[in-house]
Each structure stands twice: as C-alpha cells, then as structure tokens.
C-alpha cells in the first residue's frame, strides 16, 4: 500500500485481520517520533459512516475517548448575535471532532499490531506495472530504494503519484476542477482557565454571502479556525480575497469588519496569516480506479472532493470497508497464485463500481453544501424549509429523512441520499413558495405527496 494517512492506515488494519501480508510506504516520517508533519486540517468531522469503519476495525472506542461532539451549528451573525441550529433531533444525532493526527496515530498503531509493517520515508516514485516494480525515495537523502510487489493499494491522497504512474501507463480521463476559493487555518487558544473560549460542542460558522469561517473544537480546548475566502477578487462587490488581504494589517481589517466577534480570540492571526500560503480545494474525476488486478485506488487518490460536507474521510473509511469486503467476495484464501491476479481484478472491479457512484454524489453534495454553509443558514427561506422538513420527518420519520442526516447519521449509500435529497428539496421549496411560516400548510396534500414520491427508506436509524 502506498500512503499511511487515514484510509492507508485503517484498510492496512482490515486487511492484516482477514491475514493478508501487507507493508505500507509512507512518505513522512513516523508521526510518534518528530511530531505530525501536515499542512492541512487539524481536525476534522467524523459522521456515522467513519465511525462504523472504525468500529468494524475495532478502533473506535480509541478514538472517541477523544472526539468532541459538535451537535450543531452555531451561527454567527454579523451583529455578533449567536444561533443553534441542531443537526439531528437530539444529541445522539451529532457530528464529532477529532485531531487529525490523533486519528492517525490510533489507526498506525493498530495496523502494526494487527500485523501490517509500515515503512516511514519512503515517497512512491515510479512504478513498472509490467515487471512488477516500484521505486521509493528517501527524501532525507535522495537514496532510492527498489520494490516488487504483487498488488499495490494507492491511498496516497489527492496528490497520488500512483494514480499519475496509472494515468501514465492507460489513460483514466482524469481531470480535477479546482475551486475559485482557498482556505487557511488559524488556531483559537483556551481561555486562562485552560477551558474553550466559545460553545465547545458546536461546529461555528461565520456565513457571509459568497465567503465564511468556519471553527471546530479541539479536546485541549483550543479551535482550528478555517477562513474560505475567492482567490480573486468578485467583481461588483467588496468581498475580500485572498488576492486582496494578503498582510496581517488587511487580515486584521477584514475581521473587524466581518467576523468582528472572533477577532480578539485569533491572538496570532495576523503572524498566521502571512505565513501559512492558501490551501486549494478541488473535485477529482477518474474514469477508472483499477488497473486490472495490478493496481486499485481508494479515497482521496480516487474521488478528493471539496471539505464542505465534511464527508470525505467518511467516504474514505467507507471505501476501505468496502475494498476489504470486496477482497472477501473475490480472492478465496485458496486461490492459486496463477489466478490471484484475475481475483483481484474481480474484487477491484466490484469495489469500483459500488464506490464510484456514490463517490460522485457526495463530490456533487460537498460542492452543493458550500453555497449552503456560507449563504443560506441565515436565510429566512432557508430556515422556513429546515422548519418544514422537521414537521415533515415527524410526520413520515420512513420516508422522509433530512438531507443532512441521510449523509450525515445514516449509511445509505451517497447515490440514493443525493436522489431522495433532490426531490425533497422539490417538495420543501414548492410547498413554502410565498409563506413566511406553516400557518395554512396543506399537510394532507404534502402527505400524498410524500408517500407518492419517497418510497420507505430501507434502513432506518
Ligand atoms: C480543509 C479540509 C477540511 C476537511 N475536513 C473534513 C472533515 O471535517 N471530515 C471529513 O470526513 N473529511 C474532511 N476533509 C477531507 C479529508 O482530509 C480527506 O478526505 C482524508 O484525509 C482522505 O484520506 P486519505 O487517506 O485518502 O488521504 P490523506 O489523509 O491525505 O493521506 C495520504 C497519505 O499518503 C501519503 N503520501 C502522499 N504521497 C505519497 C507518496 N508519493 N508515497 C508515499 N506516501 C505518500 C501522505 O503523506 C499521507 O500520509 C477535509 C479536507 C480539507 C482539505
């Protein structure tokens, strides 16, 4: 396997359970030695999907001892007033914040003593798919080193060079759209009193129009702040970008204005500013995940999406699930090595065409979500519709499941919450057209036609 990030490191766990001989080659060094070297998102939203991963690889107790819940969105207005919005109906319904590098320690301690060897320092350069080869380099001092390997796993992440060395070798039609924002991180310290400066157990959003801020908690009580903000400046108005507040003294300015409520909890924000460059965000499409039985790939490698519904380590967890089950279906533990590679193909192909669908509705869905986050959790018609969608759930709690806790708290695959979502959005907009609250709602129409239009969910909570 190639990348012992979070998907690396939870399917070398799965797999070295079920008695496959696995090594890992990962580019950084050993995190439990000289610290996480990572420059991206310090913590992140682990939803029902993940959690039920890392329970089935017998992780998830370890990590929940040091998750924080967040159970739901805390808005912040621009005149500093403050707003719970819930995501579920009650607290077992919620969203949880873990450490990224917590997380990923867990998970490498857990593939090691299920059997997996991981090799730290070691870059995947090249690979020969034909003769079997790969060339690793030691980055501290450019020595390479020489491979073979009977398959090879890419869970190197949105820069996968596996997925270059397949897209050399055949094709794939890749092709990633990059979004027209960035973000950077900032970090909320504790107060004197060592405990969190704002509500812990909630996911804050700062929603401004076409940009945002969003703060997660950490279980040391600090908060990993993440600023979206146009590369480039939207012609017509005065937003800010990442083109045009580029000092501390602009990004001091900008939060006076906008996020003026945060600004006295950022005490480094001007210093983290000027040095920690944009973060790119985009969606990657692939044509294929496999090459034959020689070569698979899974989470971001295969699918990177944009981070605004917080689903693509989910995604990522639940295709490695998916990945060892496939192997299960596929590869007997009896198959003779002269058939082992066609196996393999099966399983990789069966892995592909389960995951790639749903990957691609919650690209679609992450995408969607950020025009949401940053515009419409403040907007009266917004919050009439999340109105009607409770009333409507209580009333049809089978066929008629929020968007969000279809993705969010459920396991049905991506494809089908992204289907189901779009016609109940049809039904929440037409039925809230000119109103300004449900006084006068037709509920016995609405119930036809929701009994017309969304069949009984199968797994309900
Ligand atoms: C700002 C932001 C916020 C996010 N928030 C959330 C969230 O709240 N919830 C959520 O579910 N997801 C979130 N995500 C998405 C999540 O970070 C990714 O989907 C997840 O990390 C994917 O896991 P992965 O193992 O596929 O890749 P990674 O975690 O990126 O791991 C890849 C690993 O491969 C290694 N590697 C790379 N190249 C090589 C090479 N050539 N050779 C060997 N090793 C290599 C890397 O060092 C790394 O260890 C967020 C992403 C961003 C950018």
Redesign the pocket.
Known sequence: M???????SLLAILLSRRGWRITV????GDPRVKGYESG??IN??LAER?RHALRVAGVEEAVMRQAVMMRGRMIHGLDGSLQLQRYGRDDSEAIWSVHRADLNVALLEAAQRAGATIHFH???HTVDFDAGTARLIDDRDDQPEDIRFSTLVG???????LRAEMVRKAGFGERTDFLDHS?KELTIPPGADGGFRIEANALHIWPRGRYMCIALPNDEGTFTV?VFLPNHPVPGTDDPSFASVRSGREVHALFARDFADALPLIPDLERDWERHPP?LLGTLYLDRWHLDGRAVLL???AHAMV?FH?????C?FEDCVALAEALDRHVPPSVPPGLARRALERAFAAFEAERKPNAAAIQSMALENYVEMRDRVDDPDFLLQRELERALQERHPQRFVPHYAMVTFMRIPYAVALQRSEVQREILVEATRGRHDLAGIDWEALAATVHARLPMLAQAR
């Open positions: 190639i990348g012992a990030g979070l998907a690396g080659y990962e580019r950084r991206r998102s992140l939203a993940g070691r870059r995947l869970s190197d992440g949105a820069g996968s060079a973000y993440t973060g989470g971001d490698a981070p917080g689903q693509g380590m989910n990522a």
